[in-house]
């Protein structure tokens, strides 16, 4: 197969969509935005041996590929509409490509979103993703906006990818499965556009990503006891310091981190974005994080997050 053909196997392969003026097979797509909206675009690469190892599955590095993008979406309170799919492969394995795309198009399929396009080229394996998604103008909710005594939420539960990139092969399917088949929180993320102050989406890991949120002259408490936990991590992980450790300090959750007035119904915003929210601090006047407990002393040195450049 060469590269017109994978193309053109692409090509019958997504689905068509909306405001798609033109797709999949010109120089470039036409896109018809909703009147009334401001686009919202992001782009984020999926690396061979950092994002992902060559015993995925195939079809689990494509929806870690579309995830980890729509992701960036849900934290800007945008609906996803369009993507583009940048492929640099060493050659053309039908089998591996096949599984790719069944994990990227049903991914997108269930985000309502529509591939118009992409490129291809040959070379070390890399996976560029670029999407394009949508917000009523004027809300799309930054990382900026933060008050001192709003409240700090979180959606869902933290630290099972970490548990299970620290436990390899001794990790449980429930921990293997949020490292290689997360969920971006779109349902969540529009929800909380008409009320989040901040947003930002846990990649990092959750005390890098919330140092984003923070302005100058901020800072925030955080309860290290009330950070949610999935029953497959306390099965995993028995000492709660290590627990916090990887709650705090791994990144690759997907969830949303989000600074909220003091008044928030969380309940409420549950109940309308399908997941979880757990208030598990505040901002104050200030700066640095300040990790509470009251049921043990708290480590030094939690949370130093993920760098891509740093060498160890
Ligand atoms: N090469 C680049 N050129 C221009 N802007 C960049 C570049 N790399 C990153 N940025 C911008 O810097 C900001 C932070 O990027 P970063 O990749 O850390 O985002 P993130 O959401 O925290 O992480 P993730 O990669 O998990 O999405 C974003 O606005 C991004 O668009
Ligand atoms: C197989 C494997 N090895 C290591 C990690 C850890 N990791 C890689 S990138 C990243 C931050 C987000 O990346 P980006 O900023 O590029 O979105 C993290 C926490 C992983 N998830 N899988
Ligand atoms: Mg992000």
Request: contains cysteine; charged residues 20%.
């Amino acid at each position: 197969m060469g590269e017109f053909e994978l193309i053109e196997r692409i090509r019958s392969r997504a689905a068509p969509g909306s405001g798609v003026v033109v797709g999949i097979g010109d120089d470039a797509a036409v896109l018809a935005p909703t009147p009334g909206c401001e686009l919202v675009v992001t782009t984020d690469s999926i690396v061979l041996d950092r994002h992902f190892t060559a015993d995925w599955p195939g079809s689990n590095v494509g929806q870690l590929a579309a995830q980890a993008n729509l992701s960036d979406l849900a934290a800007m309170g945008a609906s996803p509409r369009w993507a583009l799919l940048a492929l640099t492969l060493p050659a053309i394995d039908e089998a591996w490509i096949d599984a790719f795309l069944d994990g990227f198009l049903a991914a997108a399929g269930s985000a309502g979103m529509t591939l118009v396009g992409g490129n291809l080229a040959r070379g070390p394996l890399n996976i560029g993703v670029h999407l394009v998604g949508e917000v009523p103008a004027g809300q799309a909710v930054t990382r900026c906006g933060a008050r001192p005594g709003d409240r700090i939420a979180v959606t869902g539960t933290v630290g099972d990818a970490a548990a299970a990139l620290s436990l390899g092969e001794a990790a449980s399917p429930e921990l293997l499965d949020r490292l290689r088949r997360p969920r971006a929180r779109l349902q969540a993320g529009e929800t909380l556009r008409s009320s989040a102050r901040a947003m930002i989406d846990l990649s990092d890991g959750l005390l890098a990503d919330l140092a984003h949120l923070l302005a100058p002259g901020q800072g925030a408490e955080l309860d290290l006891d009330a950070l949610p936990a999935s029953a497959a991590l306390l099965e995993a992980v028995a000492d709660p310091v290590e627990r916090w450790r990887l709650q705090t300090g791994g990144g690759s959750d997907y969830e949303l981190l989000v600074v909220l007035p003091p008044d928030a119904d969380l309940d409420a915003l549950s109940k309308a974005g399908g997941v979880a929210l757990t208030a598990i601090g505040r901002v104050v006047e200030g700066q640095g994080v300040a990790c509470r407990s009251a049921t043990r002393a708290v480590p030094a040195g939690l949370g130093r997050g993920w760098d891509h450049f740093d060498d160890d």
